[in-house]
């Protein structure tokens, strides 16, 4: 049978240099020219249907594969090739551009910035906003930034901006310690012995203020609290100090620059009684918390307070009465007690009588969440009349000539406003 419409054709055979005389190099894959039928239409009803084809037709079907073999080897070939060529040039652009990169950063202009340009950049990128809290408590202005978003990962840069993080003492003047779960018979958890804080305290030098917070073992959870003494080498350097938790040890200093202290249900095992009034010379501002009632330490120096809040379950009415007539230079007080009253349990012949009421003379804010009524009743502000708005959710005075802003919650009882 004649052959129609056939055209060259190659099929792939394997040959070793052995049978054709050539050197090693030259071993492969050739192709070996051919004649094959191309009218594959002839066979479409074989490809529609599951009819058996002849023996004839199969034989001419085999060379179409086999044509179709060799045409797909050819292609696959030529696909590794490109791909092997787009696999080298890939490489070779990704070299480029990183040694592009190299040289691009010679002249960079953060290159060439001065150090103290350099220092304020990293300043900015830090966390300065404390976090919100509740009931309107003191926050002294920062006076570096928090420690969130680690500064190590500035120092992990280059050598230089590592050289500049570390000589900056502002990047590490707000230190957090935590030894809640402090256990004195594990002498390498002490702080005394804590090689990363006194590694932290080492970068912020020897000058600069310092803003510590330190959390020590829960109240209700141990009986030995974690020692303090190690702060009393950086006494005269801290200007702002929260401290909760159990604590001991001894403080031989005065806070010279101390301008803030916090306490949250904190108790000193060892030492208070060694701390007196005169070792705050600049304390202004004081936050109190307490879980159960307050009993406020003796050491506080209540006349020279400018601000002061007070959070706490309860508190006896004249525990409240003397701290806040001592405190006659407050500007502003914050007061969240779910009661001002006796204590469970205890006589009320115990508590003194109070005849006078507090009279703060240079208070500007007030605010007061919880049991307000003995502070209508004993709080007296000289020379000062106003007015109140926007009573559905809180009650505003504005007292000229000095303007005071007075906060009370207030709930809706029977279509009643009542203060609470």
Not at 99 to 118: A, E
Request: charged share 20%.
């Amino acid at each position: 049978m004649p052959v129609r419409n056939s055209r060259p054709v190659f099929i792939a055979c394997h040959v070793h240099e052995d049978d054709l005389g050539i050197t090693p190099p030259q071993q492969g894959v050739f192709f070996i020219k051919m004649d094959l039928p191309v009218d594959e239409s002839r066979y479409d009803h074989l490809l529609s249907t599951n009819d058996e084809p002849r023996e004839m037709e199969v034989a001419e079907v085999r060379k179409i594969i086999a044509y179709r073999q060799s045409d797909l080897a050819q292609l696959e070939a030529r696909i590794a090739e490109v791909q092997d060529m787009l696999h080298s040039l890939v490489e070779r652009r990704n070299q480029e551009e990183q040694r592009l990169s190299l040289f691009r950063g010679i002249v960079s202009p953060i290159r060439r910035l001065p150090r103290d340009i350099l220092t304020e950049i990293f300043l900015l990128t830090r966390e300065w906003k404390p976090p919100p809290t509740a009931h309107g408590e003191i926050h002294l202005t920062p006076i570096a930034p928090l420690p969130m978003r680690s500064p190590h990962v500035i120092t992990h840069v280059c050598s230089e901006w590592r050289h500049v993080a570390l000589s900056t003492p502002m990047l590490w003047a707000t230190i957090m310690v935590d030894y809640e779960d402090y256990d004195s018979r594990i002498t390498s958890r002490s702080p005394d012995n804590d090689e990363r804080l006194h590694t932290w305290l080492g970068r912020t030098g020897t000058y600069y203020p310092l803003d510590i917070a330190f959390v020590g073992p829960p109240r209700y959870e141990s009986i030995i609290g974690a020692p303090l003494s190690w702060i009393s080498s950086y006494m005269h350097r801290i200007k702002a100090l929260d401290l909760s938790g159990i604590f001991s040890g001894l403080l031989t200093s005065r806070f010279e620059i101390l301008e803030a202290l916090a306490l949250a249900n904190h108790e000193w095992h060892v030492g208070e009684d060694k701390i007196n009034q005169t070792m705050f010379p600049s304390l202004r501002r004081v936050v109190l918390h307490e879980e159960d009632e307050l009993t406020p330490p003796r050491f506080i120096p209540w006349p020279q307070l400018t601000h002061l809040s007070l959070n706490a379950d309860s508190i006896v009415p004249a525990t409240l009465w003397i701290m806040l007539s001592q405190s006659l230079e407050l500007v502003e007080l914050h007061i969240s007690l779910d009661s001002v009253g006796v204590a469970n349990g205890e006589d009320d012949a115990v508590v003194p009588a109070i005849n006078d009421p507090v009279i703060l003379p240079h208070l500007d804010t007030l605010s007061v969440y919880g049991d307000i009524e003995w502070v209508l009743e004993n709080l007296t502000l000289p020379h000062h009349s106003g007015h109140c708005t926007s009573p559905q959710d809180h009650v505003t005075l504005q007292l000229p000539p000095i303007p005071l802003v007075i906060l009370f919650e207030v709930v809706q009882v029977g279509g009643t406003t009542r203060f609470i």
